[in-house]
T-cell receptor, first 115, second 113 residues
Framework: GDSVTQMEGPVTLSEEAFLTINCTYT??????LFWYVQYPGEGLQLLLKATKADDKGSNKGFEATYRKETTSFHLEKGSVQVSDSAVYFC??????????????FGQGTILTVHP | AAGVIQSPRHLIKEKRETATLKCYPI?????VYWYQQGPGQDPQFLIS???????DKGSIPDRFSAQQFSDYHSELNMSSLELGDSALYFC????????????FGPGTRLTVL
């Protein structure tokens, strides 16, 4: 079945540091890939997405590129802020079959940014 | 912009009681998904509905049932509650004709004592 693996956390950075959170996936065909963010005590917010190979999703300074050859969708940000502290989930939606539309999530990465 | 609405936001129940969670999708969204997130865990898919019909089923216990109504809102009914049912329950909605991106509600935190 489909699966998503994220780098182990938690990740602790100083403000303005460079961020990378690794995400790899296993799926048949060409899934759609997502990054969701969960701030403390809140729900899941869509951060960015990519629906086909070599697509780059971007939002609020975050970027991720859909790499079919390495089955990866790593999240990057050039300069993090304290307000970026949250849990980040990589997720995919399968390319069809009987499991239409359900999201499969990675285990989440806790990011803490210090001033 | 209108978002997904869930009610109640917090719910406390005793073991063996029943709970009903409600979800109101974004207007004109035709698909609703339910997810369960245990403490420190990633969300797990429970069930989904498209145009008021069940479209997929995940790891939903037999004690749970759900439906989508004519106005597209959905309810998750949970009976014979167990301590292990304590979790955040998220509803998400999407539109099959507009890219299928799922937008999540704020969640209902269920605590079973």
């Amino acid at each position: 079945g489909d699966s998503v693996t994220q780098m182990e956390g938690p990740v602790t950075l100083s403000e303005e540091a460079f961020l990378t959170i690794n995400c790899t996936y296993t799926a048949t065909g060409y899934p759609s890939l997502f990054w969701y963010v969960q701030y403390p005590g809140e729900g899941l917010q869509l951060l960015l997405k990519a629906t086909k190979a070599d697509d780059k999703g971007s939002n609020k300074g975050f970027e991720a590129t859909y790499r079919k050859e390495t089955t990866s969708f790593h999240l990057e940000k050039g300069s993090v802020q304290v307000s970026d502290s949250a849990v980040y989930f990589c997720a995919l939606v399968g390319a069809g079959g009987t499991s239409y539309g359900k999201l499969t999530f990675g285990q989440g990465t806790i990011l803490t940014v210090h001033p | 912009a209108a978002g997904v609405i869930q009610s109640p936001r917090h719910l406390i129940k005793e073991k063996r009681e029943t709970a009903t969670l409600k979800c109101y999708p974004i207007p004109r969204h035709d698909t609703v998904y339910w997810y369960q997130q245990g403490p420190g865990q990633d969300p797990q898919f429970l069930i989904s509905f498209y145009e008021k019909m069940q479209s997929d089923k995940g790891s939903i216990p037999d004690r749970f049932s759900a439906q989508q109504f004519s106005d597209y809102h959905s309810e998750l009914n949970m009976s014979s509650l167990e301590l292990g049912d304590s979790a955040l329950y998220f509803c998400a909605s999407s539109s099959r004709g507009r890219g299928d991106t799922q937008y999540f509600g704020p969640g209902t935190r269920l605590t079973v004592l």
